[in-house]
Nanobody, 115 residues
Framework: QVQLVESGGGLVQPGGSLRLSCAASGSIFKMNTMGWYRQAPGKQRELVARMYTLSTGYYSDSVKGRFTISRDNAKNTVYLQMNSLKPEDTAVYYC?????????WGQGTQVTVSS
């Protein structure tokens, strides 16, 4: 049984920063992809960033240069450092673990960017 537990969401002013964390527990194959998706009200869930176990991060164009994804493979934890936040970054952010094409999801954490 795999579980993903997210933390770090909240309310921040435009231009501010937040750091999301996601810890995976359970039986997890070492080589996997961990990442973050988000879903704004009335919109489809979209990829924000992802990182394979031994690789660099991939970012959507909308966050490139502002967000940084990182991993601690020993702890099965993925982080998302979000800087220069904009109101359009407001969404529920979901942690994702993909192993062999099978997806696991966290419960989601709300990020609200507003003055």
């Amino acid at each position: 049984q795999v579980q993903l537990v997210e933390s770090g969401g909240g309310l921040v002013q435009p231009g501010g920063s937040l750091r999301l964390s996601c810890a995976a527990s359970g039986s997890i194959f070492k080589m996997n992809t961990m990442g973050w998706y988000r879903q704004a009200p009335g919109k489809q869930r979209e990829l924000v960033a992802r990182m394979y176990t031994l690789s660099t991060g991939y970012y959507s164009d909308s966050v490139k240069g502002r967000f940084t994804i990182s991993r601690d493979n020993a702890k099965n934890t993925v982080y998302l450092q979000m800087n220069s936040l904009k109101p359009e970054d407001t969404a529920v952010y979901y942690c994702n673990l993909n192993v062999g094409g099978f997806d696991y999801w966290g419960q989601g954490t709300q990020v609200t960017v507003s003055s």
